[in-house]
C-alpha cells in the first residue's frame, strides 16, 4: 500500500493504513490525532464512492481514538480522502485494490486498543461487518476471527455435546459466566463464522462462580473442532469444542436421566417443537415416556396449600387452573417458572371462585378456592406437557407445584378448558380475558388439523343443479334414510338440486357409505359425500359441504330435519332468486307431535345481559295463527336455512370459532345482515325437526360451558346490531315482524 500523509488541522500528522480483510474486502485504519475531538464525525471519501461502507470508532489503550472503515474497493488504486464534519481534510492517501493489501494484522490492532475497544470490534466484526459484505463462508474472514479469538483468549473452556436431539442438530453444555449476558452466539470454523440461533438457557451455578449454559449446535461435521463465540452485554467468552460426539447415545437415554435440572428439560422441548415433521411428537414423546413426579402442596389446616389441575400450554399463552387453602393468610401468590428460572406471577389476570378438592388418601372433600389464570406469552412453549409453578408465601419460602402431564391434542385442550369453570361460574370476567383467548388458541390450532379427506359420488352428478342441499352428519343417522326419503319423493327437488352429505365423525365412515349406497339404488338420487379427516364442528363441515356445491341457491339442513311434504324447497328458493333485497330464508319448523319448533329466529337478554337465540311461538300448535305469516324475522335456525351461494361467500360463510356448534346460524345472518339484506320466514314450507339429536352426543357441549362462551362470544361481537335490530321486534316473543312480498301466485306455482 502506498500512503502520502498531509497536515491536519491544528497542526501534527495522521498516517491512514489499509489491509485486507478477505479476498474482496479492504479495511482503512486510522489513528485519529489526539487533538480531533473525540466525539467528532469523520467521513471517508473517494472518487466512486463503494457501498456498502461502515466504520466504527474504537477507544484505544493509549486514551485516543481508531476508526476503521470496511468497504469493497475497485480494481484500480484510487485517491481517498479523511474528512472532518466541517469538510476540512484530515488525510489524503491513495487507496489501492484489495490484492494488492497486506493481511490485516489481528494481534498488532488488538494491541493498540483498551479492553473495551477488543470487545467491540469483535462484536461489530461478528455483526454488522460480516453480514454487510456476507462474509460467513469466507476463508480469510474465518481466519482473521480466529486470529482475533486466539489473540483475546488463548486457552478457551471446554464445552461439549451432550446428545444429539435431530439430524445435524447437537444439545452442548459449556459453563458461562453470569455477569456476561449473551447477547449472541457464533460457531467459528476453519472456513465459516456461522451466528447460531440465540436459544440457550442457563442453570444453576456449577461450582467457582460458574453457570451452567446450554445451547443447540446445527453442525453438518460433526467431527470437526470449532469455536463457539459468546457475545454479552459485558465482554466475550470462548469454548473449544473439540468434536460433536455426544455423550449419550440417543436423546432419550439423556432424557431418562435428566430429571433434576426441569428448566432443561422445557428448552429441549422448545427446541423440539420448533424442528419441522417430527420434532412437537418427539417432544411429546419423551415428556410421556419419562414425566416428571407431579408436586402439590397438601391441604393442611394451619398451612397455605395448592394444586395446579390444568396447564395448557397454547400458541399465545399459559392457562393455568387449579386451587388454594390459605386459611392462615400466608399466601403470597403462585407463579410460573419459566426455562431460564425467572418467574412469572400468575394472578395479574386471574379469576377465582368456590370449589372442592379431594385428598387423595382419604377421599375426603375439602372447601377450597378455585382459579383460572392466562398469561401471555411473546414465545410460545411448544407442547410442553408439565410446566412448572411454585406456590409463594409471604415469609418469602416458596415451594414447587407441578401439574400431572397435560392433554396436547387441540380437541382435548379445547374440553379441558371448557371444563375449567363450573358452569354456574362461567361469567364475564372468567370469559373475557382468560377463557376466551385460551378458547380462541385452540380452535386456531384445531383449525389447522381439519380438512376434506376424500369424496365419494352415488350415480352421475346433476349437470347444472339449480339448489346445492349441504347435510352435515355427526354420529345420528337415524333421520337419514326419512330426509332422503321425503326428497326423493318431491319432483322439483329431485329435478332441480343436488345432495351434498358432509361427514364430520369419518370413525363412521364405514356405516355411512354403506347406508348412503343402499339409499341411492333405492331412490336413485346423485348424492355427494364429503369425508373430513376428523371431527371439526359444525361450522366447518357446512363451510366444507359450500365449497362443493354448484348451485345458485345454497341450502343448509340438518341432519334431523326431515321433509313433511313436496315443493318445500321450490317455495323457498324462487324468493330469494326473484328478490335481490333477499339474503335468506327459513321454513316453519314443527316437531313430531306437530308443536312449533322455529317459526323465525329473534334474541333476547338473559339476567346477564347476554342476548340468547329465541324460537319465535316455540312450543305452540303448529296451525297457531300468527306462525302462519310470512314476514321478515331477524334470523332464521341453520337447521334449515337457505341463501344464494353467493351470498354466502361473499359473507366467509359460517364463522368457524363458535366452540363445537351454536350460534353460527344468527352470526350468519348477521353478517347478510350487515349487507343490507333481509331475513325472512316462509310458514308454507314445513319441515319436521328432530331437536339437536347430534349435540348431544357431546359430552363436552353439555356439560361444559360451551353454550355460554358461544353466547358470550356472539354478544361481545353482534352487542350493537343485535341492540340496533330488536326495536323493530319488541314483542318478539308474540312475533311482531314486517311482512313480506311473497305472491300468492308464487305459492300456488309451487
Known amino acids: 500500500m502506498t500512503s502520502d500523509c498531509s497536515k491536519v488541522a491544528g497542526g501534527g500528522s495522521s498516517f491512514a493504513q489499509a489491509f485486507q480483510l478477505c479476498s474482496e474486502v479492504a ?34 489503550a493509549d486514551g485516543g481514538q481508531c476508526v476503521l472503515w470496511a468497504m469493497k474497493p475497485g480494481s484500480e488504486a484510487e485517491d481517498a480522502q479523511i474528512a472532518a464534519a466541517d469538510g476540512n481534510t484530515l488525510q489524503a492517501f491513495a487507496l489501492q485494490p484489495t490484492a494488492r493489501l497486506p493481511l490485516l494484522d489481528v494481534e498488532a490492532l488488538l494491541g493498540n486498543l483498551s479492553p473495551e475497544g477488543r470487545v467491540k470490534f469483535l462484536n461489530n466484526l461478528l455483526t454488522v461487518w460480516r453480514s454487510a459484505f456476507r462474509l460467513s463462508r469466507d476463508e480469510l474472514f474465518s481466519t482473521v476471527v480466529e486470529d482475533a479469538v486466539f489473540t483475546l483468549v488463548p486457552a478457551p473452556r471446554l464445552a461439549n455435546s451432550v ?29 465459516s463464522v456461522l451466528p447460531l440461533p440465540s436459544q440457550f438457557v442457563i442453570g444453576n451455578s456449577s461450582g467457582r462462580g460458574w453457570q451452567s449454559c446450554h445451547f443447540i449446535l446445527d453442525s453438518p461435521q460433526p467431527a470437526r473442532p470449532l469455536h463457539i463465540m459468546f457475545l454479552g452485554k459485558r465482554g466475550i467468552a470462548v469454548r473449544n469444542l473439540p468434536n460433536c460426539n455426544p455423550r449419550f447415545p440417543g436423546l432419550q437415554k439423556w432424557w431418562a436421566e435428566q430429571r433434576g435440572d426441569s428448566g432443561l428439560r422445557d428448552f429441549v422441548v422448545r427446541q423440539l417443537s420448533n424442528l419441522p415433521g417430527s420434532g412437537p411428537a418427539a417432544a411429546i414423546d419423551l415428556q410421556l415416556r419419562a414425566p416428571l413426579p407431579a408436586r402439590r402442596v397438601a391441604s393442611s389446616q394451619t398451612h397455605a396449600a395448592a394444586e395446579i389441575d390444568l396447564a395448557l400450554s397454547l400458541q399465545g399463552g ?30 395479574g389476570n386471574w379469576y377465582e371462585f368456590p370449589a372442592w378438592s379431594r385428598d387423595a388418601r382419604t377421599k375426603a372433600k375439602t372447601d377450597v378456592t378455585g382459579f383460572i389464570a392466562w398469561l401471555p406469552l411473546d414465545e410460545p412453549l411448544g407442547p410442553l406437557l408439565q410446566p412448572r409453578f411454585q406456590i409463594r408465601l409471604a415469609s418469602g419460602a416458596v415451594k414447587p407445584l407441578v401439574p400431572k402431564p397435560q392433554p396436547f391434542e387441540p380437541v382435548a385442550q379445547r374440553n379441558r378448558i371448557l371444563r375449567a369453570v363450573p358452569p354456574q361460574h362461567a361469567v364475564d370476567e372468567a370469559f373475557r380475558t382468560i377463557l376466551a383467548p385460551a378458547l380462541e388458541c385452540a380452535e386456531r390450532e384445531l383449525g389447522k388439523t381439519i380438512g376434506v379427506d376424500h369424496t365419494k359420488d352415488y350415480g352421475q352428478p346433476r349437470k347444472a343443479p339449480l339448489v346445492s342441499i349441504v347435510v352435515p352428519l ?12 321425503g326428497m326423493a319423493t318431491d319432483p322439483w327437488l329431485a329435478e332441480n338440486a343436488e345432495i351434498i352429505f358432509v361427514l364430520d365423525s369419518p370413525e363412521i365412515e364405514d356405516e355411512t357409505k354403506h347406508m348412503l349406497g343402499g339409499l341411492h339404488i333405492l331412490h336413485g338420487l346423485p348424492m355427494k359425500l364429503v369425508v373430513m379427516n376428523r371431527n371439526g364442528g359444525y361450522a366447518r363441515a357446512c363451510n366444507a359441504g359450500a365449497r362443493f356445491a354448484r ?53 333476547g337478554r338473559d339476567q346477564r345481559s ?22 321478515t324475522v331477524p334470523g332464521v335456525t341453520g337447521a334449515c336455512l337457505v341463501t344464494r351461494r353467493e351470498t354466502y361467500e361473499r359473507v366467509g360463510g359460517y364463522t368457524e370459532d363458535y366452540v363445537i356448534g351454536d350460534y353460527e346460524d344468527s352470526d350468519l345472518c348477521l353478517k347478510i345482515r350487515r349487507l343490507g339484506l333481509q331475513i325472512a320466514y316462509e310458514p308454507a314450507a314445513c319441515l319436521y325437526h328432530f331437536e339437536r339429536r347430534s349435540i348431544r352426543r357431546s359430552q363436552d357441549y353439555m356439560r361444559g360451558v360451551a353454550s355460554q362462551y358461544n353466547s358470550w362470544l356472539h354478544t361481545q361481537r353482534w352487542e350493537d346490531d343485535i341492540a340496533a335490530l330488536m326495536p323493530a321486534y319488541c314483542d318478539g316473543a308474540h312475533g311482531a315482524g314486517v311482512s313480506i ?3 300468492a301466485r308464487e305459492r300456488n306455482a309451487a
Open 610 to 631: 347476554i342476548w340468547l337465540n329465541h324460537h319465535f311461538y316455540k312450543g305452540m300448535p303448529g296451525r297457531y295463527p300468527p306462525a302462519q305469516v310470512a314476514r
Open 474 to 485: 355427526y354420529r345420528v343417522l337415524d333421520f337419514l334414510r326419512f330426509q332422503l326419503s
Open 27 to 60: 479495511v482503512v485504519v486510522w489513528d485519529m490525532p489526539p487533538q480531533l475531538p473525540a466525539l467528532g464525525k469523520f467521513t471517508l471519501a473517494m472518487q466512486s464512492q463503494p457501498v456498502p461502507l461502515v466504520s466504527m470508532t474504537l477507544p484505544r
Open 318 to 347: 399459559l392457562l393455568a387452573g387449579g386451587w388454594t387453602k390459605d386459611p392462615t393468610v400466608t399466601l403470597a401468590g403462585i407463579d410460573y417458572l419459566r426455562e431460564d428460572g425467572t418467574v412469572l406471577p400468575l394472578d
Open 551 to 603: 348451485g345458485t341457491v345454497l341450502v343448509m339442513l340438518n341432519s334431523d330435519v326431515v321433509p313433511r311434504e313436496p315443493g318445500w324447497l321450490q317455495l323457498l328458493a324462487r324468493p330469494l332468486i326473484k328478490q335481490r333485497k333477499l339474503g335468506a330464508i327459513g321454513p316453519k319448523l314443527i316437531f313430531e307431535d306437530g308443536s312449533l319448533q322455529h317459526a323465525g329466529l329473534y334474541f
Open 163 to 191: 446428545c444429539q436431539i435431530a439430524p445435524r442438530r447437537y444439545l452442548v453444555e459449556t459453563d458461562i459466566s453470569p455477569e456476561l449476558e449473551i447477547s449472541g452466539i457464533y460457531a467459528i470454523g476453519a472456513s
Open 741 to 743: 312480498e311473497i305472491q
